[in-house]
C-alpha cells in the first residue's frame, strides 16, 4: 500500500488513479518538465552567450587589438636607464617606455585610464605604472574619450635590465577585475 500523493488517502501501490480523489499518481510529466528545465538552465549559464569564449586574450606586440569597439595597439616600445639626473632607473633597472594608441570606434563616450595597462615581468611580477614623468613624451592619463574619438601616451615601467619576457596587461577595470581581459607579449 501507499499513500495517495494529493488526499493521503491509503490505496494499492500499483494505483495510477486514486479511487477517493481520483487524480493521477504518475509524475513522469512534471519530472520531464522539470528535467527540460534543468537542462536550458544549466545550458544557458554554461553557455552564455559566446562572445566572452570568441574573443582571443593573447596577442603579440605589432597586433591592434579590438574590444568592444575600441581599438589597443602598442605604437612603441623603448628601453632607456633615463635621459637626466632625475629620471634615472636604479643600477640593474631600466624603463620600459610603452606608447600606446587607444581609438574609440564605439558610437558612445568610453573612459580610458593608464592604471588599467599592467606590466608582467619574466619572475611573473604583475606591476603598475612606475612613474608620472615620461620625460619629453606625451604621457597617458586618464579621462573620457568621445565616440570617434583617439588618444596617444606613453606608460613607463622599470623593470630588470634585458627582460625578454614582457607583457603588458589590459585590464577593463583594474580595481574590480580578476582577470586581466587582454595582453601583449613584448618583442
Not at 174 to 184: A, E, I, K, P, S
Request: proline fraction near 1%; charged fraction near 30%.
Amino acid at each position: 500500500m501507499k499513500k495517495c500523493k494529493y488526499c493521503q488517502t491509503e490505496i494499492d501501490k500499483k494505483a495510477k488513479i486514486c479511487p477517493n480523489c481520483h487524480k493521477k499518481q504518475s509524475h513522469i510529466v512534471r519530472w520531464v518538465i522539470l528535467g527540460l528545465l534543468a537542462i536550458i538552465v544549466v545550458g544557458v549559464i554554461a553557455g552564455g552567450s559566446g562572445e566572452e569564449d570568441k574573443f582571443q586574450k593573447e596577442y603579440n606586440q605589432n597586433d591592434m587589438v579590438t574590444y568592444k569597439d575600441v581599438n589597443y595597439s602598442i605604437i612603441s616600445v623603448d628601453k632607456t636607464k633615463g635621459s637626466n639626473q632625475y629620471f634615472q632607473a636604479k643600477d640593474g633597472y631600466e624603463f620600459v617606455k610603452v606608447k600606446i594608441k587607444i581609438e574609440n570606434k564605439s558610437d558612445k563616450k568610453i573612459s580610458y585610464n593608464a592604471l588599467d595597462f599592467q606590466m608582467v615581468n619574466g619572475d611573473g611580477v604583475e606591476a603598475s605604472v612606475y612613474s608620472i614623468t615620461a620625460e619629453d613624451d606625451v604621457q597617458l592619463h586618464s579621462g573620457e574619450l568621445d565616440a570617434g574619438g583617439k588618444i596617444e601616451g606613453v606608460i613607463i615601467w622599470e623593470q630588470k635590465q634585458n627582460d625578454t619576457n614582457l607583457k603588458v596587461r589590459y585590464y577593463e577595470n583594474v580595481l574590480f577585475d580578476d582577470d586581466y581581459t587582454f595582453q601583449w607579449t613584448l618583442d
